[in-house]
């Protein structure tokens, strides 16, 4: 499992866009990249994966670079209700292994 | 995700009771997992399960034991339980037969908070 490293934490206001960069310098060819969210008292909810340059979805957009030892996830017009704990994931998603890191996470607090 | 239930959703019991923790689904999804996590850290895998007749051992499954009933069911129990097994408990789901099949994208229930005392 690559090790990753994201912020602690980070504050926004209403209406930014807020981006939260992790590091995965060990990040291995068949490993793709994958973000949750998590909420107080609940469980987490996938947000997004990509392997590289760029996913976007309803909820948020993913930019990885060519090196692919990075990646952001990108929180377009935050509200109060993004206000949660954000975790990026690596690892081959193919593998049965069947365990995943979630770290610590970065909490993400939205201001009016 | 509405789709997966736990119950109880909370529950406090004394040291040395066994308590059994139910998970079911109707996402049809084949793999499921427990997890627990305590107060300012991530999520650590207990127990999980690929089929109905495939139990796994996770980082931290001693103190647990686990039953796959049927593919929508995964029960966690506590044979004795005791105090430092206080946390959020929480089971998720994923499916082998998607596209990418990845273990990497869980459904989660909304937990369950035990508190032994």
């Known amino acids: 499992l690559a090790k990753t490293t994201q912020p602690i934490s980070m504050d926004s206001y209403e209406g930014q866009e807020v981006n939260i960069t992790c590091s995965h310098n060990?990040?291995?060819?068949?490993?793709?990249i994958t973000w949750y969210q998590q909420f107080p008292s609940q469980g987490p909810r996938f947000i997004i994966q990509?392997?590289?340059t760029k996913v976007t979805n309803e909820v948020a957009s993913l930019f990885i670079p060519a090196d692919r030892k990075s990646s952001t996830l990108s929180l377009p017009r935050v509200s109060l209700s993004d206000t949660a704990v954000y975790y990026c994931?690596?690892?081959?998603?193919?593998?049965?292994?069947?365990?995943?890191?979630f770290g610590r996470g970065t909490q993400l607090t939205v201001w009016p | 995700d509405a789709d997966v239930t736990q119950t109880p959703r909370n529950r406090i019991t004394k040291t040395g009771k066994r308590i059994m923790l139910e998970c079911s689904q109707t996402?049809?999804?084949?793999?499921m997992y427990w997890y627990r996590q305590d107060p300012g850290l991530g999520l650590r895998l207990i127990y999980y399960?690929?089929?109905?007749?495939?139990?796994n051992k996770g980082e931290i499954s001693d103190g647990y034991s686990v039953s796959r009933q049927a593919q929508a069911k995964f029960s966690l129990s506590l044979e004795s339980a005791i105090p430092n097994q206080t946390a959020l408990y929480f089971c998720?789901?994923?499916?082998?037969?998607?596209?990418?099949?990845?273990?990497?994208?869980?459904?989660f229930g909304p937990g369950t908070r035990l508190t032994v005392t």
């Open positions: 998720a789901t994923s499916d082998s037969r998607t596209r990418t099949g990845s273990i990497y994208e869980q459904y």
């Open positions: 060990n990040i291995a060819t068949n490993d793709y």
């Open positions: 994931l690596v690892g081959d998603r193919g593998s049965t292994l069947g365990r995943l890191y």
């Open positions: 996402k049809g999804h084949d793999r």
């Open positions: 990509g392997y590289k």
């Open positions: 399960s690929f089929d109905v007749k495939d139990i």
